[in-house]
């Protein structure tokens, strides 16, 4: 499976939870889309990062990635501390200049 750096650094961010790295991986006005809710900008980003992980404590594991329409999507399995664990989300992410542009998860 071949990604883009940029997102296997959010993975390797995530599994290690590792908030401070999300600062380099985002363009500083990035747009994350998660559970129906709207995070923007990098603050936004790193807050609401936190508090999934403080909540869920999740993992995940990317598990086949495809590239269309000017974004990369990647389908993951995702365990944590949450009913129905494991699960499988899809991350589209849209990139700019090397950087995550656009997350949205589902």
Not at 35 to 61: C, F, L, M, R, V
Not at 88 to 101: P, Q, V
């Amino acid at each position: 499976m071949t990604i883009p750096a940029v997102i296997e650094a959010y993975f390797a961010a995530d599994d290690q939870a590792q908030s401070d790295s999300l600062k380099t991986l985002f363009t500083s006005n990035a747009v994350v889309s998660d559970e129906q809710n709207s995070h923007k900008g990098i603050d936004a980003i790193t807050a609401w990062w936190a508090a999934a992980k403080a909540q869920y404590e999740h993992k995940s594991e990317p598990l086949e990635a495809t590239h269309a329409d000017g974004r990369h999507i990647v389908r993951a399995r995702v365990t944590g501390r949450f009913p129905g664990s494991p699960i499988t989300l899809t991350y589209r992410f849209r990139l700019d200049a090397g950087k995550i542009a656009t997350l949205e998860i589902g």
